[in-house]
């Protein structure tokens, strides 16, 4: 064994021990887990006791609520979340960080100060969370999926930083009650729509064995498929949030940059901040995502991050919102399709279903045909690789571990040659017309009537495919366009993949090798079971309004499967 495989093993062993031993599964279990291929539902639920059942059934509100009424402590809260989180991590090997010992603990200080003042702390009160392990937190290391990282501070030893340092976003969402109680597996690399890493492996979709979890965030997904958490938090430059969403059945928000503190996060290329990554949040139903973010906007984040705009929770969008909705005023685009790759069968149909609801419902739909996917894909690979990665070989570097199989073609063992300066103002101004071609093509969607307004928000797929089989990406672009524009997206699940319903088309000709390549990569069988995603984008910095349009949409989508 190397050196970093023991490093990694190390950590592997350390992560066991963190679990208490009454939490501990059995090998029968995990044997039995292993021949399943589905974790979630009923499995997992029979193995908890009705107490931790009845509290993880909950949801972010309801377990506030719970909590700041007396009705359950917070150290009986989080004792639940963190006993099912012990087993999800053990069925499907999730989490890169354990927090249970101090998660306890703040629990403990929150009921004692509930008891003295008969008051909540802040409005996440009680709340347990989970954040991707890119976020340091007190009381735990970060190592962002890399080896060398292990037992450092961002692979430096003796810093005196190491679990004592805070992101600001932890901070923010710790001192409004929250308690964060593990951090979650991700790509090594964090470039990568599937999750996978050298300390501990593949991480696989838990409604669906055989498909991949997504990435980069793709632990944090796993999690709360599981239900480790209701709210949880992960970064996206390229999709990094919206398709772990997507692929695991949850809802997610990726908001514009300048929304949520990036303060004190490491990461990938950090001086690019032509794209930025973004924080973002996951969440088990719409009212987790409006809750997550209206309270940190109540942190006044851009007092202690530069980087945020000074933009209060906006309740007159939500409120305008709410009101054109009960006039059947609503006005969506529908994209099916990119035209370049056609999505598989069961993401087609989500997409139909959710355009036969909203039009049940009276609103309005229009085709969308934008500016070419094309010219996005080109300009967010263009920028985002633009120095060559020489960070990345770096930190690979400090344990000699191997990168994963998934990127081996597109980095070496030395970082590759960065563009010029002159190629790098190229992208960035083929950047701003195409965010200005967008933009003119969205307002043009209400010419011709003076009282009509342009379309509210645009439904189209996060992906060619519900969860993708391992090693059968071949199109990111429904997924990074909205980093491309640094448009908000609300990620809602829709249905299942049903093989008895999502035939594979014989008779489909496709329009290139990229979409040759994705049409035959559908198993009807394989997909079966998968969670089917659309996201809903929205216009930049327009968070509130785009969760209460999402909010509209799950209604309609509600009342549509029930013949309302």
Known sequence: MSSWEETAAKKRDQLFHKIPTEWVLPKEILDRAKDRLNLTGSFLEELLDSHTRRITSLDSVELVDAVSNGSFTAVQVATAFCKRTAFAHQLNCNLLEILFEPALERARELDCHFSKTNKPIGPLHGLPISLKDQFHVKGGETTMAYVGWIGSFEGEKGTGKEGNFESELVRELVALGAIPIAKTSLTQTLWCAETNNNILGYNWLPHNQELSSGGSSGGQGALQALRGTTLGFGTDVGGSVSIPAAFNGLYSLKPSHGRLPFKGVPNSSPGQHIIPTVVGIFGTDISCLQFGFRSLMAAKPWL?????LEMPWNEDATSQ????SKKQKLYFGIMEDDGIVKPH?????????????LRAKGYKTLAWHPPSHSESESIHSGITNADGCPDVIKRLKLSGEPVIPELETELGDEPQPPISLPQLYEWMRRLKHYRE??????????????DENPV????LPVAPHAAVIPGKWYHYTYGNLANTLD???VVIPVTTADSHIDLFDLEYKPINETDRNNWLSYDAEKYAGAPASVQILGTNLGEEKLLRLAQAVVDALNDYKLGL
Do not use: C, F, Q
Not at 304 to 308: E, K, L, M, N, T
Not at 321 to 324: L, N
Not at 441 to 446: D, N
């Open 345 to 357: 069968p069961p993401i087609l149909r989500a997409v139909r279903m959710v355009k036969e609801a």
């Open 487 to 489: 448009r908000p997206t």
């Open 437 to 450: 071609d967008y933009h003119n093509y969205w307002m043009s969607t209400s010419e011709g009537d003076d």
């Open 304 to 308: 202690s991050d530069p980087h945020v």
């Open 456 to 459: 509210d928000a645009v439904i």
């Open 321 to 324: 919102i709410e009101d054109r």
